[in-house]
Nanobody, 123 residues
Framework: QLQLVESGGGLVPAGGSLRLSCAAS????????MGWFRQAPGKEREFVAA????????KYADSVKGRFTISRDGSNNTVYLQMNNLKPEDTAVYYC????????????????WGQGTQVTVSS
């Protein structure tokens, strides 16, 4: 059974950086595809970044390309999201999940959401 716990969020000024962590409990990620999503108040949850085992190694939303980097530790029990040059529009609750790539779109699967971690970027 895979359980996910997000952490690392906080309050930062525009232009600042944060590193989010998604830790597995119960078991490691193994060779699951993993992704990050975010949800701002009143908006739909949207894709941010993913690590994939087939095709592209990683995939990013256009809005974060060049600023965010997804990575994984060697034990496959933690996935990270390095967030640089943060903007106020990045403010959201960030979630990780097991994902699959379907017709070029990263979709969550297995109902694997953690509790989320709040990122707030001030201006």
């Amino acid at each position: 059974q895979l359980q996910l716990v997000e952490s690392g969020g906080g309050l930062v000024p525009a232009g600042g950086s944060l590193r989010l962590s998604c830790a597995a409990s119960g078991r490691a990620f193994s060779r699951y595809n993993m992704g990050w999503f975010r949800q701002a108040p009143g908006k739909e949850r949207e894709f941010v970044a993913a690590m994939l085992w087939t095709g592209e190694k990683s995939k990013y939303a256009d809005s974060v390309k060049g600023r965010f980097t997804i990575s994984r530790d060697g034990s496959n029990n933690t996935v990270y999201l390095q967030m640089n040059n943060l903007k106020p529009e990045d403010t959201a609750v960030y979630y990780c999940a097991v994902v699959n790539l379907v017709a070029g779109t990263v979709l969550p699967t297995r109902n694997s959401w953690g509790q989320g971690t709040q990122v707030t970027v001030s201006s």
